[in-house]
């Protein structure tokens, strides 16, 4: 579970978010992430978090998961396919690399 501050910060942010539908593309990034061994099968939900980013045009994933989404390894496999699929690359980072002060909350 993501510390108090940033589940307040995403509690203020809930109301400018934009809910994105899963569509056939994203479950087809999905599949390729899969196929490239990116994530293992039991982690489709982080790869469709990656892929539906991804194809909505998203600049930036920000996300508590180290394991699966924001990993040093996985970033450049899941630009990579984005890039043969004819997706752009999107930044992924945690939340400490957003966060400028905690002060602030």
Known sequence: MAP???RRLL???RPTSERIEISFEAVRLQEA??????????SRA??????LASVSGC???VSWNLKHI????????YNGVNLSNGFGMITICSPLEVIEDEETF
């Open 4 to 6: 108090k501050t940033v």
């Open 11 to 13: 509690g203020e942010l």
């Open 33 to 42: 992430y899969l196929r490239a061994r990116i994530v293992p099968e039991q």
């Open 46 to 51: 982080d790869a469709l978090h990656v892929a």
């Open 59 to 61: 600049s930036l994933i």
């Open 70 to 77: 924001v990993n040093f390894r996985r970033i450049p496999l």
